[in-house]
C-alpha cells in the first residue's frame, strides 16, 4: 500500500513551532509530521531559513506546509524542485509585505524593545485569533514568544520589510497547492494571495472562519484540509 506522503510544518513569526500544537492534536492518525524549528537565539534571513529547512528535508515523499511567515520559505523551496516534494500548503501566508504601513510605523521604534512589552488580551483577540479565543491560546502564543530573543524577532520583521527584493516570484509552477486563509484576517489581506495565483497553476483556496492563526483558532478545519491533500498526493 502506498504511503502518504511526511507532513513538515514551517511555524510563523516565532520560529518555535510550540503554536502547532492544537493542530497536531487535530492532524489525522496516522500521519507522519516534523515540526522543523527556527533557532532561537540566532539571526538567520529569509534565504538561510531556506537553507536550513532544506538541510532536514526527508528523504520521502513530503508535504510542506509554510504559516504565515514561514509560507514564502516554503514557496523558495519549491522554486528548487526538491525531488520528493507533492505538495505545498500556503497557511494565512504571503510573498510581498503584508500590512507594510505597520511595519513602516514599527520601523520608527527601537523594534527589540517593542518585542519585550506584553501585548494586551484583547490586542490579541482582535489582530491575531479573531473574538472568540480564550486565555489558553492567548497563553500559548505569548510562552512562544517569550522563548524568541526579542533581538531576532526583531530581526525577522526587518526580513518582512525586505520580501520585494528578496523573494523570487516565478509563476507556471505545477506542483499540488492549496492556500488556507481566514475570513477575519487583520494581517494578511485579501490582495496576497494574488501572487500565489499567478505563481501556482492550479492553487486551491480554502477559507476558514477565523483570525490570522487559524491553525490555532479553528485546528480541526485546517487539519482536515491538510489531511485531505496528504490522501490527494497518495
Same mark, same amino acid.
Given at each position: 500500500?502506498?504511503?502518504?506522503?511526511?507532513? =513538515?510544518? &514551517?511555524?510563523? #513569526?516565532?520560529?518555535?513551532? *510550540?503554536?502547532?500544537?492544537?493542530?497536531?492534536?487535530?492532524?489525522?492518525? +496516522? %500521519? *507522519?509530521?516534523?515540526?522543523? $524549528?527556527?533557532?532561537?537565539?540566532?539571526?538567520?534571513?529569509?534565504?538561510?531559513?531556506?537553507?536550513?529547512?532544506?538541510?532536514?528535508?526527508?528523504?520521502?515523499? /513530503?508535504?510542506?506546509?509554510?504559516?504565515?511567515?514561514? +509560507?514564502?520559505?516554503?514557496?523558495? =523551496?519549491? #522554486?528548487?524542485?526538491?525531488?520528493?516534494?507533492?505538495?505545498?500548503?500556503?497557511?494565512?501566508? /504571503? %510573498?510581498?509585505?503584508?500590512?507594510?504601513?505597520? #511595519?513602516?510605523?514599527?520601523?520608527?521604534?527601537?523594534?527589540? %524593545?517593542?518585542?519585550? =512589552?506584553?501585548?494586551?488580551?484583547?490586542?490579541?483577540?482582535?489582530? &491575531?485569533?479573531?473574538?472568540?479565543? +480564550?486565555?489558553?491560546?492567548?497563553?500559548?502564543?505569548?510562552?512562544?514568544?517569550?522563548?524568541?530573543?526579542?533581538?531576532?524577532?526583531?530581526?525577522?520583521?526587518?526580513? %518582512?520589510?525586505?520580501?520585494?527584493? =528578496?523573494?523570487?516570484?516565478?509563476?507556471?509552477?505545477?506542483?499540488?497547492? #492549496?492556500?488556507?486563509?481566514?475570513?477575519?484576517?487583520?494581517?494578511?489581506?485579501?490582495?496576497?494571495?494574488?501572487?500565489?495565483?499567478?505563481?501556482? $497553476? $492550479?492553487?486551491?483556496?480554502?477559507?476558514?472562519?477565523?483570525?490570522?492563526?487559524?491553525?490555532?483558532?479553528?485546528?480541526?478545519?485546517?487539519? *482536515?484540509?491538510?489531511?485531505?491533500?496528504?490522501? *490527494?498526493?497518495?
Amino acid at each position: 500500500m502506498e504511503l502518504k506522503p511526511k507532513i =513538515i510544518l &514551517l511555524p510563523g #513569526l516565532d520560529g518555535t513551532g *510550540d503554536l502547532f500544537r492544537p493542530l497536531l492534536k487535530s492532524l489525522p492518525k +496516522g %500521519l *507522519d509530521v516534523q515540526v522543523i $524549528n527556527y533557532p532561537l537565539f540566532q539571526k538567520l534571513s529569509y534565504l538561510e531559513l531556506v537553507s536550513h529547512v532544506v538541510s532536514q528535508l526527508p528523504q520521502t515523499p /513530503f508535504i510542506l506546509v509554510g504559516e504565515s511567515f514561514s +509560507g514564502a520559505i516554503a514557496h523558495q =523551496i519549491v #522554486l528548487q524542485q526538491p525531488a520528493n516534494l507533492k505538495g505545498v500548503v500556503f497557511l494565512v501566508s /504571503f %510573498l510581498q509585505t503584508p500590512r507594510s504601513f505597520l #511595519l513602516g510605523l514599527a520601523s520608527l521604534l527601537p523594534l527589540s %524593545l517593542m518585542m519585550k =512589552i506584553p501585548m494586551p488580551d484583547f490586542l490579541l483577540k482582535r489582530f &491575531l485569533f479573531s473574538c472568540g479565543a +480564550g486565555k489558553e491560546l492567548n497563553s500559548l502564543f505569548r510562552a512562544s514568544l517569550k522563548r524568541v530573543s526579542p533581538q531576532v524577532l526583531a530581526f525577522r520583521l526587518h526580513e %518582512l520589510r525586505r520580501m520585494p527584493q =528578496i523573494m523570487q516570484k516565478q509563476g507556471n509552477v505545477d506542483v499540488k497547492a #492549496l492556500y488556507i486563509r481566514a475570513d477575519d484576517d487583520w494581517l494578511v489581506p485579501w490582495a496576497c494571495i494574488q501572487d500565489f495565483r499567478i505563481c501556482y $497553476n $492550479n492553487l486551491k483556496i480554502v477559507t476558514v472562519s477565523a483570525g490570522h492563526l487559524v491553525a490555532q483558532g479553528r485546528p480541526q478545519p485546517v487539519a *482536515d484540509v491538510i489531511g485531505k491533500m496528504a490522501n *490527494d498526493c497518495k
